[in-house]
């Protein structure tokens, strides 16, 4: 059952993550790219205009209900696990929960101030009070938070699952080694009391027949 619910969380957030990387074709002409020019901004704000904002209501919900599956799994794994899983489980949670409150706090706000027309064109396409670059640098780092946070909860559900079959070993190792010293023990028990009975046997031999009465 642990290997099903890691399999469930891991691919949950590998889902989200490459949803997630699909937007590296807008977030890097305005955070990443030096200087930013007035068609990165076009290319950009196309982008989220096209794909986020007029995402139909389907795909939406398949990403909440992905999310919810992999927040619900690690839920029921730090509940039913043993309390090494607090470890590995209590911090994926964490961010999970930092995930959410990027996306609600940060991302959505910064779609809904976006404008619904293509920045016109200006001397300075970087100047940071313009209205279109700083929604679309929120939601780059926004974006770029978030997906650090997946990552996060990738490697500790794989240190987790590493974790518990490192112990599974050690803990059949174990119980191999008891076995081994209880047939040696077994062993020796058994040829102490076969040259008991092999010395009493030559002792009985050796001994002198009683005479028989008249």
Request: aromatic letters at 8%; one cysteine or more; charged letters at 20%.
């Amino acid at each position: 059952m642990g290997d099903l619910t890691t399999a469930l969380v891991l691919l949950s957030t590998s889902f989200l993550l490459g949803t997630l990387s699909m937007h590296w074709r807008a977030d890097h002409l305005v955070l990443w790219q030096s200087p930013i020019t007035h068609d990165s901004l076009i290319e950009a704000h196309a982008y989220y205009s096209q794909s986020l904002t007029d995402l139909p209501h389907g795909l939406t919900w398949l990403l909440y209900i992905v999310g919810t599956l992999g927040v619900g799994t690690t839920v029921y794994k730090a509940a039913g696990g043993r309390e090494s899983n607090w470890l590995f489980d209590g911090a994926s949670l964490f961010l999970y929960g930092a995930v959410g409150v990027v996306f609600y706090q940060r991302i959505q706000p910064s779609l809904n101030a976006l404008p619904a027309l293509a920045p016109a064109p200006r001397a300075d396409p970087s100047d940071p009070l313009d209205a279109c670059l700083v929604p679309l640098r929120e939601l780059a780092s926004s974006n770029a938070v978030v997906a650090v946070a997946l990552v996060g909860i990738i490697i500790l559900q794989s240190g987790q699952y590493y974790s518990q079959r490192l112990e599974e070993r050690e803990r059949m190792e174990e119980d191999e080694a008891r076995v081994r010293r209880r047939k040696r023990r077994a062993e020796r028990a058994g040829r102490g009391s076969l040259s008991l009975s092999d010395a009493g046997t030559s002792t009985s031999l050796s001994s002198p027949s009683s005479p028989q009465p008249r």
